[in-house]
């Protein structure tokens, strides 16, 4: 998660490797960039918890409100444990089977809410999300309104749940959630995960993202292991919330998802990602709300 504050850009944690040899895991570092100097400084600071799959929101320009992501030790074991199987295709299953069978409590996602001021190098506890931690949510903030959109409550299951809250006085209050509508054709909204979002003139936009259709309704029915034969699909579909009412708008060019979103004046750019086939992109797409219309190009 990047923003900037105090004209320098920021980067919270993220996923990587030490080294070539070494599994995957959690970072809890923060960098920072400075376009005038053209360089790159670790910040003496490390997070409270482990930042990969987090999002966040620009408060002012020193101070940036952070919530979600995954639990940095379960995730970080689940790649030992892979590392260590190695080439044994039994082992490998079985690990695989034995961190995805649980249910969404047990991944102890992140529902602290942080807030990071660059100007002190400072954090501070603001409280939690009303429900459970999230994954992969997207973030927008405008007029002291923060929208917290869907996300994974587990790996594989997401939520359709915008939670919404208003930040006064250096205080964040939860207001009434709602809901993503169903795709047309599809009976249910399974959520989204790596969704792109930004406002234009006044309407929220909330575009791609991926999900696995079919895993709520399998997790629902018990099956804790809820996308266990599913194909992820990355999605095209965009959302608009219209005078307090979510709508589907149309369909992006291509299904997206897990890139950058931007808002400059009235339009949203989405920027890189991933496509259908889980590859990288370097295209850049706007999103632009005209006369009532969604406007891409």
């Known amino acids: 998660m990047s923003v900037f504050l105090n004209d320098e850009l920021y980067v919270f944690g993220g996923v990587g490797k030490k080294n070539s040899e070494s599994p995957l ?28 799959g987090h999002t966040g929101v620009k408060l002012n320009e020193t101070m940036v409100l952070i919530t979600g992501g995954v639990n940095e030790h379960i995730f970080d074991k689940y790649f030992i444990d892979i590392a260590a199987a190695a080439a044994d295709e039994s082992e490998k299953n079985k690990v695989i089977y034995n961190y995805f069978n649980k249910p969404a409590k047990d991944y102890f996602f992140n529902k602290i809410v942080f807030i990071y001021n660059a100007k002190e190098n400072t954090w501070k506890n603001a409280g939690e999300l009303p429900d459970a931690g ?20 587990k790996p594989g299951l997401r939520t359709d749940v915008i939670y919404r809250a208003m930040w006064d006085n250096d205080k964040l209050t939860w207001l009434k959630n709602s809901q993503l509508p169903p795709s047309p054709g ?23 993202g991926a999900n696995f259709p079919g895993a709520k309704q399998n997790y629902t029915n018990g099956k804790f292991y809820s996308h266990e034969g599913i194909n992820k699909k990355w999605r095209d579909e965009v959302y608009g ?14 299904p997206l998802g897990y890139g ?5 004046g ?15 992109v370097s295209s850049v797409t706007s999103f632009t709300m005209r006369d009532g219309n969604l406007l891409i190009k």
């Open 25 to 52: 895991q959690v970072y809890s570092d923060v960098y920072k960039y400075s376009p005038v100097k053209n360089t790159w400084q670790k910040v003496d600071t490390i997070s409270p918890v482990g930042l990969t």
């Open 134 to 153: 999230t994954a992969g949510s997207s973030s927008v903030m405008e007029n002291n309104f923060l929208m917290l959109i869907n996300g994974e409550l």
């Open 186 to 208: 599809e009976q249910q909204q399974e959520g989204l995960a790596g969704a792109f979002s930004g406002y234009s003139h006044g309407v929220l936009l909330v575009g791609g």
């Open 241 to 254: 919330l219209v005078n307090g009412h979510w709508q589907y708008m149309g369909k992006m060019k291509q």
């Open 260 to 264: 950058v979103s931007v808002s400059y």
């Open 266 to 280: 009235d339009e949203v750019f989405l920027i890189g990602g991933e496509n259908a086939k889980g590859k990288p």
